[in-house]
């Protein structure tokens, strides 16, 4: 740290405001050992970033005081700020990650308006360092380009010059998990300005196309084309369709789609929800013929019989518990809401449209390679030659 800079942080009676180590923790910032500058990090978020939030009402979303005890936020986001002029991986990215939590201070609810005002102080000042930030999205570390997005993605009243640098960004990464990263901010920024003004569609929807034949690779593809049809539904383009299939039947690298929402198989398969019931039933059902992947095979099931319900369920809160072994059986686990139960099977009385999906069961070995109570839940037997007889 460059000794003018660290004057002026020793300078501040930080043991006045409750954290007399700020010293250390931003020098150990510049550390090039991950761990002590990721431990630094985790400390100043939770001492100064999310420990001035006051979370007594946290189960109203907002804190609605928003009390900022102490001015250390406003001290900190200034030398943060200095500190992105020096600091080189790996520290560039937890810089940028303590920036994205203040600038968050501005969607806060306040009641005091001293405090707004401090807030978007914050808010102002970290946008107005932006030309710090901008190079950072052609940086060699994909994290410092990830965590870049994600502050700029923040400026929901800036959309002119944000979604012009996320585009550009979009356009000249290689690395699909950056990329996937990317529009899942992008789509959160998309969503909230598209309130406001639709005039972004155009934006938003040409970038899903291109990445719709993306040569990233599958995943990419995947997720833009859930993206076309949560957006389009019957309007979308078919060949989102075909894509988001062809997704849901293979099983991605943890490593391209971690924490990638609409790249889950049991977010795409409760988008195919908002086609015509015999159009969704029919994709479930060639998912669930052509996977290999035992999870995929299970959560298309259960979707495509909560569809054929009498009358169709849509909204059952539901999902699959990790696997665990039985008795040297993979025993996969459906947990549902006992507010949300689907209506049982009549058994003397299925319609064509259950057995169809019953029928699409027994014929596919995959399921029967392992134990789960989906069966018990609909009412119907959960032995293959039952079933086989049922449908005879």
């Known amino acids: 740290m460059n000794p003018s800079l660290q004057a002026r942080i020793a300078a501040v009676d930080w043991a006045s405001k409750g954290v007399p180590d700020v010293p250390r923790w931003l020098n150990d910032l510049l550390s090039d050992n991950n761990e002590v500058a990721h431990t630094a ?26 009390v900022l005890r102490t001015d250390a936020p406003d001290l900190l986001v200034d030398f943060l700020i200095e500190l992105l002029k020096e600091a080189q991986s790996p520290g560039l990215s937890y810089i940028l990650n303590l920036l994205v939590g203040q600038r968050t201070y501005v969607r806060f609810k306040f009641i005091n308006e001293g405090l707004k005002s401090r807030a978007l102080n914050i808010y102002d000042k970290i946008w107005s360092a932006r030309t710090l930030y901008i190079p950072l999205l052609g940086h060699t570390d994909d994290k410092v380009r990830q965590r870049t997005v994600s502050l700029l993605c923040g400026f929901r009243d800036q959309p002119d010059t944000v979604i012009a640098l996320i585009l550009d960004a979009i356009s000249a990464e290689r690395d699909p998990y950056t990329v996937l990263s990317y529009l899942q901010e992008f789509t959160m920024y998309f969503l909230e300005r598209k309130r406001i003004d639709e005039a972004y569609d155009n934006a938003y929807f040409s970038l899903l196309n291109d990445l719709l034949v993306s040569p990233l690779g599958l995943a990419v593809q995947t997720v833009a084309a859930y993206h076309l049809i949560e957006q389009l539904g019957a309007d979308m383009p078919e060949n989102a369709l075909n894509k988001l299939v062809a997704g849901m039947i293979v099983e991605f690298d943890h ?18 929800m908002k086609l015509p019931l015999d159009r969704a039933i029919t994709l479930y059902l060639q998912v669930l013929k052509q996977t290999l992947v ?22 059952i809160n539901a999902f699959f518990l990790q696997p ?8 996969h686990t459906y947990s549902i809401s006992r507010f949300t139960l689907p209506p049982k099977y009549d058994l003397a009385a299925l319609t064509n449209r259950q057995k169809r999906v019953i029928q699409a069961a027994v014929e596919n ?24 007889t049922l449908m005879a």
Do not use: H
């Open 41 to 66: 990090s985790n400390i100043l978020d939770e001492n100064i970033v999310q420990g001035n939030i006051d979370w007594q009402d946290f189960d109203l979303g907002y804190d609605i005081e928003g």
């Open 255 to 272: 490593d391209i789609t971690s924490g990638i929402m609409a790249a889950r198989v049991d977010v795409q398969s409760r988008i195919l």
């Open 294 to 315: 035992i999870k995929n095979a299970l959560i298309v099931f259960v979707d495509a019989l909560t569809l054929a319900c009498e009358p169709p369920v849509l909204d």
């Open 324 to 331: 665990i072994m039985r008795d040297g059986i993979e025993f």
């Open 365 to 388: 070995d995959l399921i029967w390679t392992v134990a789960t109570n989906i069966f018990d839940l609909f009412g119907l037997p959960s032995n293959r030659d039952v079933l086989r």
